[in-house]
């Protein structure tokens, strides 16, 4: 039955892991900036995206929280053959959290690494329907020339949660949608007036 719900990873896993670890690495050392990801098979719940990270940065020494949303058989069994990553129960034993942007609760559990240690802290990879057409907001800070303006279609309370811990200490995330990825590093400051619930 698990046979049934494997998916194929990637075609070339070296290179394919690498392109996706460059990818990734380009969009946190570019905030808000939009990438295509290369076109990987997917599992049932998970977009290409989505898919590709777990892929490509996922392993046996990264226990992932999944949000309940996006959780499943199919989900977990591609994951524990293809990445062999620890599934935790408490979002706070996690280094990594898949999660939607219902999830906004569980991102006050997750680990914010520490002044000494911000390194350590959890990375988020938020699936979302579009990287667009959200409130606008104005982005600042390493890799961003001068200001960025981003349109994520986040809730207000994202802010808000995001804001609690002080930097260095903070999460990185990562929003996904389709092919498309987007990054949040803790260091980038987004400008007041932060943006009202429509």
Known sequence: M???MLSPGFAQPVEDANRTFRQTMAALSEP????EMADTPTVQGLCTAA????????DAD????ISPALDGRAVRANLAFHCGCPIVQAPAQAQFALV???DLDVLRSLDTGTDRDPHLSCSVFMQLNSLDGGVETTWQGPGIQGTRTVALPLPQTFWRVRSLAAFPRGLDFFFMAGRQLSALPRSTRVLRPIPEDR
């Open 100 to 102: 939607t942007s219902n």
């Open 2 to 4: 698990q046979n049934a």
């Open 51 to 58: 898919y590709a990270l777990c892929l490509g940065l996922l």
């Open 32 to 35: 808000g900036t939009l990438h």
């Open 62 to 65: 990264t226990p992932l929280w």
